[in-house]
């Protein structure tokens, strides 16, 4: 396995270290990670294909760790297992010129990711080209300290909003595109969560992100050797 395609899976579900213990659920060819923030205001559902790992279900408690261990290794890496009574107990990582052990968590340790019920029908579908990614990017650069952003949207336009109020504000203001546009008032989100999602998916031409009235977000990025899929929870903020 390339060690790029591991790392790219890792930051994809790690989101700048807000996912740290989380569960690898391999069926022998693809790896998928189901996970939750501390705050529970994000969750992840991310798969890597053609990943070629042993099948089994591996507990990996400090991903950051885990991180750190891989810098170590060239771009050329093998992965084999360790068991212990049938069960994973340790992944084996080997380059042309050194090699590393990482043990594994018991998987009863692992924070457990709640199961997705019926979802909300979304109100507004807004496409994440790579212009509004990168003008998202840049404006949560530009107000670090806004924790949220606002999607609005009175029908036919739609916008994401970092530094939204009823009060005179700095703010800015993305004018976006979108497939389906129902009128929608303002509605926060975890704009830290977002820059971690899109910095992660920077290699997609493009994604979706779709918001209900009903308090959650839906993002998705088409990417060949991955699958994304990423829930965000209303937040709410006084004006």
């Known amino acids: 396995m390339e060690k790029l395609k591991l790392e790219k899976f890792i930051s994809k579900y790690n989101l700048g270290g807000s996912c740290e213990s989380v569960l690898w659920k391999s069926d022998g060819t693809d790896i998928t990670v189901k996970c939750i923030s501390d705050d529970k205001n994000v969750l992840g559902i991310i798969t890597v294909k053609d990943a070629k790992l042993d099948e089994g279900d591996y507990g990996i408690f400090d991903t950051k760790q885990l991180s750190s261990m891989l810098s170590v290794l060239g771009d050329g890496i093998t992965i084999t297992t360790k068991k212990k009574n049938d069960k994973v107990s340790a992944i084996h990582l080997t380059d042309s010129n050194a090699k590393v052990d990482y043990v594994l968590a018991d998987t009863a340790v692992i924070p457990a990711a709640p199961e997705l019920k019926q979802l909300p029908s979304f109100d507004v579908e807004i496409k994440l080209d790579q212009k509004v990614m990168n003008t998202f990017l ?76 009903k308090g959650l977000a839906y993002v998705k990025f088409g990417v060949t050797d991955y699958s994304t899929d990423y829930y965000l929870v209303q937040i709410q903020t006084a004006s």
Do not use: C, H, W
């Open 138 to 213: 840049k404006a949560k650069g530009a107000l670090s300290d806004v924790e949220t952003f606002t999607v609005i949207s009175d029908g036919s336009t739609a916008q994401i909003i970092l530094g939204y109020s009823d009060m005179n504000t700095n703010r800015i203001t993305i004018d976006v595109e979108t497939t389906k546009n129902a009128k929608l008032s303002p509605t926060n989100f975890s704009a830290r969560y977002l820059k971690e999602i899109i910095a992660a998916n920077k290699e997609a031409a493009s994604g979706v992100l779709k918001v209900s009235s």
